[in-house]
């Protein structure tokens, strides 16, 4: 087995701002998944997109309004929901919060 990091602990990982004014963590990765926390101040929006990864997210803490392929909801902490390949989805922070998202495959820009 290669020495690929299987483990994380709190804390660990540089966080880094993202293009829409929040800020991410890189948790734990392979080939074929990644694991991301990001962080949002209230109000703050992960802009509409899309990407040819699946996504699945659980929301840690806080309440997002979550779009996905034109349907919103208003989900609050230990909710979660998933976004298959290449639908449009975003967020919005009704109040601070976090987001643990996976995808699968890794998402290379994120490195």
Known sequence: MSKQKIF???GEGMWTPTPDGNRRRVV????????VEF??????????H?????????IAEGRF???IDGRTE????????IVPSNLVHGVKAVEA????????PHR???L
């Open 108 to 110: 290379a820009d994120f």
């Open 39 to 48: 962080a949002f101040e209230k109000g703050g929006v992960g802009a509409l």
């Open 74 to 81: 208003t989900l609050e902490a230990g909710s979660s929901f």
């Open 65 to 67: 309004e979550v779009t």
């Open 97 to 104: 919060g976090r987001l643990v998202d996976t995808f699968t």
């Open 8 to 10: 994380s602990h709190p």
């Open 28 to 35: 734990l990765y392979t080939d074929e998944l990644m694991v």
């Open 50 to 58: 899309s990407h040819p990864h699946v996504q699945s997210s659980y």
